[in-house]
């Protein structure tokens, strides 16, 4: 099983400012690798697949990056309603995995 | 639009069974993959099952492996889990998700599980 760690786990971040999410797999998974953003009491949202497209919808404010091991989840100037926790996932292999999360929270 | 609603969540005692349903609409449900994830309160995401499109392959993580059944009936645009013999470490929201090329597109709201005597 790929075991995905992200840092950190918690991000303290100011509105307006940037954040910088990292996402690391315990072997290469390629670029199949999505992000998603939870806020609590909702459903998930895909923001990025295939580590760097953005989903239908997903403000250009969020990037990704990275392939292999390797991914950065990015929030270029933080909105209210980007207080959240982000979860990575790779699926290049079964099962699925998700990273532990990282929520970002209000400085 | 498309929307995911699940429901059957409660609370089970120990060694006890629920049948979670997930009604689909605003897209071609039988086209799709399907899966069921779950998040323990406090904890991560966790992939639980998965089912193909027409519903003759089906796939389970280890810690539910003979437990838990997933199936779908497409006339009736629904995903089902059955869950058997719950255990504490069950307790857990459960959400189904819309399969795309490998990751979730589309999520529901989610359904909580609470395994307690």
Not at chain 2, 64 to 85: F, M, P
Request: net charge positive.
């Amino acid at each position: 099983e790929i075991v995905m760690t992200q840092s950190p786990v918690t991000l303290s971040v100011s509105p307006g400012e940037r954040a910088t999410l990292s996402c690391r797999a315990s072997q290469s998974v390629s670029s199949s690798l999505a992000w998603y953003q939870h806020r609590p009491g909702q459903a998930p949202r895909l923001l990025i697949y295939g580590a760097s497209t953005r989903a239908t919808g997903i403000p250009a404010r969020f990037s990704g990056s990275g392939s292999g091991t390797e991914f950065t989840l990015t929030i270029s100037s933080l909105q209210s309603e980007d207080f959240a926790v982000y979860y990575c996932q790779q699926y290049n292999n079964w099962p699925k995995t998700f990273g532990q999360g990282t929520k970002v929270e209000i400085k | 639009e498309v929307q995911l609603v699940e429901s059957g969540g409660g609370l089970v005692q120990p060694g006890g069974s629920l049948r979670l349903s997930c009604a689909a609409s605003g897209f071609t449900f039988s086209n799709y993959w399907m899966h069921w994830v779950r998040q323990v309160p406090g904890k991560g995401l966790v992939w639980v099952s998965r089912i193909n499109n027409d519903g003759s392959s089906t796939s389970y993580a280890d810690s539910v492996r003979g437990r838990y059944t997933i199936s779908r009936d497409n006339a009736k645009n629904t995903l089902y889990l059955q869950l058997n013999s719950l255990r504490a470490e069950d307790t857990a929201v459960y959400y189904c998700a819309r399969d795309s090329s490998g990751y979730y597109y589309n999520w529901g709201q989610g359904t909580l599980v609470t395994v307690s005597a």
